[in-house]
């Protein structure tokens, strides 16, 4: 099989209508529509992003240029030009389209040729006709020598258009946007597509309501699930108009994180409680604002290292002063505990989503309810609140180490039941070798005994 070619996208601020702005120059989510689309275009492969702008303001201009592979043309003509004799193909998106990213490398990816993505049944407001039944979901993708010579034959006309309906006129494959999957992995649920057309009425701020809702996560513990999205929102719409990163945010978390290390160090535990649980909300902002804005960074990982890095501190941060005021060793040996059980937890979890592809919490529906109150760094700390107010901080210690032994003997459990099905349905040589060396006084799977 040929490998599949490569990759240019074309993205364009759309026509001039006077006493309007540009539909790609309208802001969602404090970014134009027009550098979320470039930013969707080279997050899905495209070497190079060809778009079609009139001049930009400043610091616009300098956001986009600082992504890289972006080149700058002012219409059709100039397009044509450069597509002539690329091997390549097109990748295109609707001017002033807000567009999931699953949509776009749905069409980004896998094999070349002529392909357009397209609602097939009740169709968002706004989305434009392409078929009897068919309007068209703002992602399509043909061959770039084809996309040159239609440009070159109306270079007068809005680039984007002209070559959707070359596409269609060549026979380009109908994609229903009903046939994609919904699960999102990273976000451990369902999550319906964002598509939306800011310029109608409404839109933008329907926009931006689908854009928050799809970021949030599911299967998720109480705290995160229940205290912390509406913080978290709020946060995020005060930062959508500002030039704070994500990077900032989760660096300010880490710093907030050190200073509540600090305090518990001291002795200042119940400031030092309180800033973990102003920390919680804070730590979900970053990601909300890195999906939002499609500002993801090759460093966002890390932030997972952080926030382990920093919850393993505070036990030993707590340890380190309990130990001081008279629970010696034992102060040490609760804060180990704690640390090992969610560090075999977080393993376990790891192993299980390199091996299946899905996250263990997310794999039923035991699973799912269980991580609402499984032993968590939430969990943890809002348990210990009620005890620290009471005056009784080693006491909550010691039931936040009783919790942890309890949550990780289900949560282990529970991940060599499910590893273990999994292997049996998927890899039949594993299969044959769990048969062979299965212990005789164990039933045989199905029930049925020996």
Not at 87 to 96: H, I, K, N, T
Not at 248 to 264: D, I, N, P, S
Not at 325 to 338: E, K, N, P, Q
Request: glycine share 10%.
């Amino acid at each position: 099989m040929s490998p599949a070619p490569a990759l240019v996208a074309l993205v364009s601020a759309g026509d001039a209508v006077p006493g309007q702005t540009r539909c790609g120059l309208i802001e969602v989510a404090g970014r134009t529509i027009l550098e979320r689309q470039v930013r969707l275009a080279l997050r899905a492969g495209a070497a190079e992003v060809i778009l079609v702008a009139p001049p930009l303001a400043a610091e616009l201009e300098r956001r986009i240029s600082g992504l890289g592979r972006v080149s700058r043309m002012v219409d059709a003509a100039m397009v044509a030009q450069r597509l002539d004799g690329e091997e390549a193909d097109l990748l295109l998106l609707e001017p002033g389209a807000v567009v999931d990213e699953r949509l776009v490398d749905a069409i980004a990816g896998g094999a070349g040729g002529g392909r357009v993505l397209v609602f097939a049944e009740e169709p968002p407001p706004g989305a434009e006709r392409v078929g009897s039944s068919a309007h068209w979901a703002s992602v399509a993708r043909m061959p770039a020598v084809r996309a040159a010579a239609a440009l070159a034959s109306h270079p007068e006309w809005e680039p984007v258009a002209t070559l959707l309906r070359a596409a269609l006129a060549e026979g380009a494959a109908l994609v229903p946007v009903e046939s994609l999957p919904t699960y999102a992995e990273g976000r451990r649920r369902e999550v319906p597509f964002v598509w939306a057309e800011p310029a109608v009425a409404g839109g933008r701020e329907g926009a931006e309501r689908q854009l928050l809702a799809a970021a949030q996560k599911g299967c998720l513990d109480w705290p995160a699930r229940f205290l912390h999205p509406p913080v978290e929102n709020a946060l995020v719409r005060l930062l959508w108009p500002t030039a704070v990163t994500p990077n900032m945010v989760t660096l300010l978390t880490g710093l907030l994180g050190l200073v509540a290390l600090a305090l518990l160090a001291t002795g200042a535990l119940l400031p030092g409680l309180l800033l973990i649980l102003l920390v919680g909300p804070l730590d979900g902002v970053d990601g909300k604002l890195a999906r939002t804005r499609v500002e993801y960074s090759r460093w966002g990982d890390l932030e997972h290292v952080l926030d382990k890095l920093l919850e393993y501190g505070w036990f030993a941060a707590f340890a380190w002063w309990f130990a001081g005021t008279g629970h010696g060793l034992a102060a040490w040996l609760a804060a180990a505990a704690i640390v090992a059980f969610a560090l075999i937890e977080a393993i376990d979890g790891e192993i299980f989503r390199r091996i299946t592809g899905r996250q263990l919490d997310d794999w039923g529906a035991f699973e799912r309810r269980f991580r609402l109150v499984g032993g968590r760094r939430n969990t943890f700390f809002w348990t210990l609140l009620p005890f620290g107010l009471a005056g009784l901080w080693w006491q909550g210690f010691l039931l936040i180490l009783v919790y942890a032994a309890l949550t990780f003997a289900i949560s282990h459990w529970r991940f060599l039941l499910r590893l273990m099905a999994f292997v049996r349905q998927e890899a039949p040589a594993a299969r044959r070798n769990l048969e062979a060396t299965r212990y005789g006084f164990l039933p045989k799977p199905g029930g049925q005994g020996s």
